[in-house]
């Protein structure tokens, strides 16, 4: 692929971070996780927030999306907390794993609501995760969100899927088995 940049995903499981070691690995950008469900703020968030813009890395931060949990209290729990600024890379939603028996409907339904209520309040479209094979199996191959940039989690030779054609690609994370100075584990 041409015209690409490296950067990373962090977490709660990744600490502690070293991101100032990234320049030097040639990378450009870090994701973190801010939120999860409609309770968990991230203990290490605001720490790797400040620690990128210190970098002078590109940084944004996502929401993991729990199933069980009302999308309207998941959405205001994030955008209390996520600390937007300006220049950041766009809010992004995690999408994957058991949907707790809803229907790709409901499933849809309730990216919608985090989606949107995201997208109003920092005015801008969310970036949306997930796999070829969970957009396949829980979202029945939607095309309901192809306004919105993907960050596609696809360990093969290329991203095959959600259809490129239709969607805004963003990121292709091609592993979650790399490492890098600085950041402790994969």
């Known amino acids: 692929m041409s015209n690409t940049v490296e ?11 070293d991101l100032s070691q990234l320049v030097g690995a040639n990378m450009h950008f870090v994701y973190a996780k801010a939120t999860d469900g409609a309770g968990y703020v991230a203990t290490t968030y605001k720490q790797k927030q400040a620690d990128a813009y210190a970098a002078g890395l590109m940084f944004g931060g996502y929401h ?20 937007m600024q300006r220049g950041n890379l766009p809010p ?3 999408c994957e794993g058991d949907t707790k028996g809803l229907g790709a409907g409901q499933c849809i339904q309730a990216m919608e609501t985090w989606l949107t209520m995201v997208g109003d309040a920092f005015g801008r479209f969310p970036v949306i995760y997930m796999s070829p094979s969970f957009w396949a ?9 192809t306004g919105h940039p993907l ?13 490129l054609d239709l969607w805004l690609p963003m990121i292709w994370q091609y592993t979650s088995k790399g490492t890098v100075d600085g950041i402790p584990g994969n």
């Not at 309207?72 to 907390?81: H, K, P, R, S, V």
């Not at 199996?137 to 969100?145: E, N, P, Q, V």
């Open 7 to 17: 950067g990373i995903d962090v977490s709660d499981w990744q600490d502690p971070c």
């Open 64 to 83: 993991f999306f729990e199933w069980a949990d009302d999308p309207t209290a998941q959405a205001e729990l994030f955008i209390a907390n996520v600390g």
């Open 92 to 94: 992004a939603l995690d």
């Open 137 to 145: 199996d829980s979202l029945a191959s939607t095309d309901g969100f």
């Open 151 to 163: 960050w596609v989690a696809d360990y093969n030779a290329l991203p095959k899927a959600p259809n």
